[in-house]
Nanobody
Framework: QVQLLESGGGLVQAGGSLRLSCAAS??????MGWFRQAPGKEREFVAA????????RYVDSAKGRFTISRDNALNTVSLQMNSLKTEDTAVYYC?????????????????WGQGTQVTVSS
């Protein structure tokens, strides 16, 4: 069992940066992922990181702009988002997967945070 709590969302201008954090309570050896859901759209995969932090995966639109990282000693996962675009506007969710491998489908993640709003203005 794990509880997830996101923070760091907010309003930023296009081209700016935000850093999202996810604090996990309980076990720390989960594959961790970030997803987002824009109004009227389905929730989509953004990034994932392996248990040890050595392997990462990104959706194509995030490559080169977003960086996922984790600190297992502190039980936190972060998503550094640079060069933000208006299309990045969404509620961002942290999720935990009890498996060795990452998954790009939200059905593969058992535990979810409540989400944090990111709004990018033009």
């Amino acid at each position: 069992q794990v509880q997830l709590l996101e923070s760091g969302g907010g309003l930023v201008q296009a081209g700016g940066s935000l850093r999202l954090s996810c604090a996990a309570s309980g076990r720390s050896n989960y594959v961790m992922g970030w997803f987002r859901q824009a109004p009227g759209k389905e929730r989509e995969f953004v990034a994932a990181i392996s248990r040890g932090g050595s392997n990462t995966r990104y959706v194509d639109s995030a490559k080169g702009r977003f960086t996922i990282s984790r600190d297992n000693a502190l039980n936190t996962v972060s998503l550094q988002m640079n060069s933000l675009k208006t299309e990045d506007t969404a509620v961002y969710y942290c999720a935990a997967r009890d498996d060795v491998y990452y998954a790009a489908s939200d059905s593969g993640y058992k535990y979810w945070g409540q989400g944090t709003q990111v709004t990018v203005s033009s």
